[in-house]
């Protein structure tokens, strides 16, 4: 039993599976952590990061405000990617689900 188990979790579908959750997951979060890390670095410096108008923000000498502007903007892209990503997972778990199915009928009809 635990040999089979072992042989699914090196098999190629449990790492196609493995990196396609990772990447709907990691599509689907990229605005939100674009709009966090813009505005902890702001925080972090002690700048003001809005929408309209950007505050000068030094960082080593150089005006980092319109980074970290666009950085903090682009969060309203989480309106579109997580509806998006939660469609995409819910089409990866009925193929996890189908490749599961397949695997266990495949290892039931050869023992």
């Known amino acids: 039993m635990s040999g089979s188990r072992s042989q699914f979790f090196q ?13 709907i ?6 605005p939100l952590i674009s709009a966090f890390i ?8 002690g ?12 960082f080593r000498g150089s005006d980092i405000s319109e980074t970290l502007s666009v950085m903090f903007v682009l ?5 579109e990617t997580l509806p998006l990503g939660a469609v995409l997972l819910a089409i990866w778990l009925a193929v996890a689900c189908v490749v599961a199915l ?3 009928r495949l290892r039931r009809r050869g023992a």
């Open 25 to 30: 997951v990691l599509f689907a979060a990229a």
């Open 11 to 23: 098999s190629h579908a449990f790492v196609w599976l493995s990196v396609s959750f990772f990447l």
């Open 102 to 104: 397949i695997k266990w």
């Open 75 to 79: 969060g309203w892209f989480a309106f």
């Open 47 to 58: 700048c003001t990061v809005t929408e309209g108008v950007s505050s000068p923000c030094l």
């Open 38 to 45: 813009g505005g902890g670095i702001a925080d972090a410096l």
